[in-house]
């Protein structure tokens, strides 16, 4: 966790900081949803966007660095509790996870399944469709790509890290005892925010 | 037809203080882990039609197969071409070339001004591959060296699925599964020890066997 946050993260922060500044956007990307609308169209590796800025290099720079630091590792840390500390998935919440996906365990299994199958680097995501009538989905993006830009509309609740860094020193090789394991730091309130935002800024 | 897992050419700590023995031991259980996989595929439905062919012709054959089967020759075959190639260019020091020789040393200074300005070219890709992948110096068709990298598990023998394509004579592994235990997120700090361990008498092997439209050579043991 020290490394992934005082070391991974702060990086991440630093790159982003200095391709805004290349960018020319410094002083007007200066909140997360500003950031967030930005990343909706750098474009990612197989979807859509068109870009305000010209250079691929620093395209690809606030995209790796710009979904790395914020969208992912916020969320990511964010979704986090220490063990014990979380109650169960509220009824608002339970009730969007079984019209999603049938029950919990389903929801469950799908997301576990993602992860321990993303090959490569990248993130599993549980999020809400906003565009497709609020329907909650599992779905997977590679290295630091975030999940609305190659579908507009899906907004990320839960992120799970998948890159060999957010297990190694701990799980080596064994990636399903880390998912596995990691079920047991979920923050379902902070989840069932999310949820609610996304929802409510959809409506 | 099964793949085995090819017994590491030297002691998991051969490659001390540049590589640790415990990153080789969990490398050589991720190479353990593409050596079943593509095994899996061999035997399912539709492998047969990568039966009898050698694990370098599998590489090229990645872009013409079938869907259902593309994915995971790709990521699997891929592993286990890229890992059996890497433990064949590294060795332990005192029983390795430390820097190239002869036509390899002529052409590496004819192509990028000096093994130097090379190295650094190496560096540079393989620090910037943003995600998994690996660092490669090839020789394409026109015979000439050049440096590139890959992302995942692909290589330049992947003719039609890679930007540039060619024959390999040496690779470095920048998933963080091989750095991390050591270098953490300290992956240049990783490039700039493992040239110590690459082994130029195989690179030029690797060389004079690509110029002459052949491959590198090194163990793909049948299970």
Known sequence: ?203 | MAFALPPLPYAYDALEPYIDSTTVCFLTKHHNTYVTNVNNVLAGENGGSLKGLSLSAIQKEVVSLPDSIKTAVRNSGGGHWNHSFFWSVMGKTGSIAEAPSGDLKSSIESTFGSLDEMQKKFNTAAATRFGSGWAWLSVNADGQLFISSTPNQDNPLMEGIVDQPGTPILGLDVWEHAYYLKYQNRRPEYIASWWKTVDFDVIAKNYTAAKSGGLPAFDTPLA
């Open chain 1, 1 to 203: 966790m020290k490394l992934h946050h005082d070391k991974h993260f702060a990086a991440y922060t630093k790159k982003l900081n200095a391709a805004l500044a290349a960018a020319g956007l410094a002083d007007v990307v200066t909140t997360e949803g500003a950031l967030r609308k930005l990343l909706a169209n750098v474009g990612s590796a197989g979807g859509r966007g068109g870009s305000a800025i010209a250079d691929p290099a620093l395209r690809a720079a606030i995209r790796n660095n710009g979904g790395g630091v914020h969208v992912n590792h916020q969320l990511f840390f964010r979704s986090m509790t220490a063990p014990g500390t979380s109650p169960a998935p509220s009824v608002v919440l339970s009730e969007a996870i079984d019209g999603g996906f049938g029950s919990f365990d389903k929801m469950r299994s799908a997301f576990s399944a993602a992860a321990t199958g993303l090959f490569g680097s990248g993130w599993v995501w549980l999020a809400v469709d906003t565009a497709g009538g609020n329907r909650m989905v599992v779905t997977t993006t590679a290295n630091q790509d975030v999940p609305y830009a190659a579908k507009a509309g899906v907004v990320p609740i839960l992120g799970l890290d998948v890159w060999e860094h957010a297990y190694y020193v701990q799980y080596q090789n064994r990636r399903p005892e880390y998912v596995e394991a990691w079920w047991s730091v979920v923050d379902w309130p902070g989840v069932e925010k999310r949820y609610t935002e996304a929802v409510e800024e959809n409506a």
